[in-house]
């Protein structure tokens, strides 16, 4: 018999031993192995950054009052301030293409529009450690967004990427909008699952997937009246967190205002577990993924939200997505259970004020 065929007698433990996990969003596989977390690490190291000290930067181009490198002159914002990207991924104008029609080459005109949010006028102040009333100010203004946006595109993804690790190219913090005329190819996934879900069981999936959560609790970071915080049982980044509505929510403009409020205070303590686990301004991606806006019913859709971390030993040693997992399948080295027994016992106090 190959070696490949051979079994062992020895009885399998998740929490040790190698496997695959089912991600029902994505259709798609991780491999966990946790015995790898046990090897020693001489590969590169991040330099941690900083925590931001001073409100007002004259240099930044996001700040209050400010001028931006297009010229145009930031208002004197009190809250949050939306404004077109000066560098925007997408254009407004709709066109139609007239290029080669090939199997093999194939595109197709997008159109749409990006914007910048900034989340506060105060250049020192992330999410965390922004007060849950100015966080309220925030979902404010993405739920205005998706108002006005999903009047002509299909779809609207908000999002942040924090910290320069992550690709941020100015530390005023801040989030992002691209709305398209278009599904993008993440959201094609997971209409394509939640749908296919539906169908069968006639029952939503995130909603079972939280049900199914807070009976094990293994995987629960926190939860309050309307949200729950879990690193899902399919995580491939090391403290990925998924955010989830506890009541049929199709996107976040169809929130009632203790809603609203609660979440507010599940992302202030959330995030702030994020810095306190290694004492540092935790870097992230984050998005918002709710309904498709177009003419087709969206019963199977249920709003939520991705936070992935790439920091996975300490403030210095950061998770890269190569080799392996650009050729064949996301790989992770702590368990989905691990990680979350981990957020768990930090501190929703944030460290700067500890």
Wanted: glycine share 4%; aromatic share 10%; charged share 20%.
């Amino acid at each position: 018999m190959s070696n490949q065929n051979k079994q062992s007698d020895s009885p399998f433990n998740p929490e040790d031993h190698s496997h695959r996990r089912y991600n029902p969003l994505s259709g798609e596989w991780v491999l966990v192995s946790p015995h790898r977390s046990k090897r020693p690490w001489l590969g590169q190291e991040e330099t941690p950054a900083p925590l931001q000290t001073i409100s007002h930067d004259p240099k930044c181009y996001l700040c209050s009052g400010n001028t931006r490198i297009n010229g145009a002159l930031n208002p004197a914002y009190g809250h949050t301030f939306v404004f077109t990207n000066d560098f925007a991924a997408v254009e407004q104008q709709k066109r139609v293409s007239d290029g080669i029609n090939h199997a093999l080459l194939t595109h197709t005109p997008v159109a749409g529009t990006s914007r910048v949010i900034c989340f506060s006028p105060d250049h020192s102040k992330t999410l965390p450690q922004l007060p849950k009333e100015s966080i309220e100010k925030v979902i404010e203004c993405w739920q205005n967004q998706l108002n006005e946006l999903s009047q002509e595109w299909s779809w609207v993804q908000l999002f942040e990427n924090k910290g320069a690790v992550m690709g941020c190219s100015n530390p005023h913090p801040h989030g992002q909008i691209w709305a398209t005329d278009t599904l993008p190819t993440e959201a094609i996934k997971a209409d394509t699952n939640l749908k296919a879900y539906y169908e069968e069981h006639k029952r939503n999936l995130l909603l079972d997937y939280a049900e199914l959560e807070l009976e094990l609790q293994t995987r629960v970071v926190e939860q309050n009246e309307h949200w729950l915080v879990v690193v899902p049982y399919w995580a491939c980044w090391p403290f990925e967190i998924l955010l989830l509505p506890l009541q049929p929510v199709k996107h976040l403009n169809q929130l009632d205002r203790a809603q609203t409020t609660s979440l507010a205070a599940i992302m202030k303590s959330s995030l702030t577990r994020y810095d306190n686990l290694f004492n540092c301004s935790f870097p992230y991606s984050m998005g918002w993924h709710g309904q498709a806006f177009t003419d087709e019913s969206q019963q199977h859709w249920q709003l939520h939200a991705h936070f992935y971390p790439p920091l996975l030993r300490s403030a210095s040693v950061k998770k890269h997505m190569v080799g392996y997992e650009m050729m064949a399948e996301p790989q992770r080295d702590i368990t989905p259970e691990q990680a979350a027994e981990r957020l768990r016992s930090c501190s929703t106090v944030h460290y700067s004020e500890q």
